[in-house]
């Protein structure tokens, strides 16, 4: 036999027994010590090694075995690219596996115990992302082995995706818009929101990727770009919490005096259970009106979904409470004068 087989033989038989070996050493660190540990983070990544390394010992077996005999140089060059296509592989393999079982464990034991829904809604499309960067890697790495220029495809690719990302420059806007409402947290799921710049204002049902979905007070679904909520003005009724005061503008008649009109209509505010009575009771003379004196009056309640109920309360207890009072709510009134016309003379021209 000759000595480069005799070699070979032995590195295999090597290969062989290190393979089998090392399966159950990872085997034994798996029962022993990653299954005492509290979390499966370990277990994740045994599991992601034991095939990519048990192939590995296997072909790098056969990779030192090989070069044990004497060939030529387009065979050796075959065989080494074959051979570093084959560890890629391998290491692709995984990396693959590695990140997809991060991913499970973290949206098994993480995920669901976290208080956002941020990573509810960026883990998918995070894992499908890392996987195609890490595709596309391999692709290039291999294609670079083979002495396929690159160039000209990493520029190709470079060109469609700005084309594509000019294309779709609304779409991508309201992603990142939405990626950073949901790490800013302006408002969550749950939360009566104004917006403004759109005069529209509900209940948030879901923070999606590309819109914000309100139902609004007359059950009507609105689907609001994020990109429109992130450069907008945006109220939140629910933060800090639900309390919230209302107010109203009532007009007395000139020549009222002030403080009786004032405190009819604190009292009559007080009176209320619906009125937060520890909170204070205001009427606050504002303005000199076209037709009355303009009172704000304003209180606070407990919850801001009953800000339109109560307001119909407050003016229909003020509205009696000064008119009981002999206090008189003055109506717009407009003077007119009727300016008699002028006469108009007019002087005919007779022809010269």
């Known amino acids: 036999?000759?000595?480069?087989?005799?070699?070979?033989?032995?590195?295999?038989?090597?290969?062989?027994?290190?393979?089998?070996?090392?399966?159950?050493?990872?085997?034994w660190v798996s029962t022993r010590?990653?299954?005492?540990?509290?979390?499966?983070?370990?277990?994740?990544?045994?599991?992601?090694?034991?095939?990519?390394?048990?192939?590995?010992?296997f072909i790098a077996g056969l990779d030192l075995a090989r070069r044990q005999f004497v060939m030529s140089v387009a065979w050796q060059t075959t065989l080494d690219r074959s051979f570093f296509?084959?560890?890629?592989?391998l290491g692709y393999i995984f990396?693959?596996?590695?990140?997809?079982?991060?991913?499970?464990?973290?949206?098994?034991?993480?995920?669901?115990?976290?208080?956002t829904d941020l990573d509810d809604k960026f883990l998918d499309l995070f894992r499908r992302l890392t996987l195609t960067l890490l595709t596309l890697i391999l692709i290039v790495i291999v294609l670079g082995e083979f002495g396929i220029e690159i160039s000209a495809l990493?520029?190709?690719?470079?060109?469609?995706?700005?084309?594509?990302?000019?294309?779709?420059q609304t779409t991508l806007g309201d992603m990142f818009a939405g990626f950073t409402i949901m790490i800013d947290q302006p408002f969550k799921v749950g939360d009566r929101i104004e917006i403004q710049d759109i005069n529209t204002w509900g209940d948030v049902v879901e923070i999606g990727l590309r819109s914000t979905r309100i139902l609004t007070r007359d059950n009507r679904m609105v689907s609001v770009p994020n990109s429109v909520i992130g450069k907008g003005l945006i109220?939140?009724?629910?933060?800090?919490?639900?309390?919230?005061?209302?107010?109203?503008?009532?007009?007395?008649?000139?020549?009222?005096?002030?403080?009786?009109?004032?405190?009819?209509?604190?009292?009559?505010?007080?009176?209320?259970?619906?009125?937060?009575?520890n909170e204070r009771i205001e009427a606050l003379f504002l303005?000199?009106?076209?037709?009355?004196?303009?009172?704000?009056?304003?209180?606070?309640?407990e919850h801001y979904v009953e800000t339109r109920r109560i307001l119909d309360k407050m003016n229909t207890v003020l509205y009696h409470a000064l008119n009981e009072a002999g206090i008189e709510i003055p109506f717009p009134q407009r003077d007119l004068r009727v300016v008699e016309p002028v006469p108009v003379i007019q002087v005919s021209r007779s022809a010269s």
């Not at 990396?95 to 208080?115: D, F, H, N, P, Q």
């Open 154 to 168: 990493v520029t190709t690719l470079g060109i469609g995706s700005l084309a594509l990302a000019l294309a779709a």
């Open 1 to 27: 036999m000759r000595p480069g087989l005799e070699k070979a033989i032995l590195i295999l038989a090597t290969a062989v027994l290190l393979g089998w070996l090392s399966r159950y050493l990872l085997m």
């Open 95 to 115: 990396l693959y596996r590695l990140i997809s079982g991060i991913m499970r464990w973290y949206a098994r034991e993480v995920m669901l115990k976290t208080a």
């Open 287 to 301: 303005q000199f009106g076209d037709s009355g004196l303009v009172f704000r009056v304003r209180c606070w309640i």
């Open 235 to 277: 109220v939140n009724y629910s933060d800090p919490n639900t309390k919230y005061r209302v107010e109203t503008h009532v007009q007395v008649a000139y020549g009222t005096d002030i403080e009786r009109a004032r405190q009819v209509m604190i009292e009559a505010i007080q009176q209320q259970d619906w009125v937060m009575a």
């Open 85 to 89: 296509v084959i560890y890629a592989v």
């Open 33 to 57: 010590l990653v299954r005492r540990t509290r979390t499966a983070l370990d277990d994740v990544i045994i599991e992601a090694i034991n095939f990519p390394l048990r192939t590995f010992i």
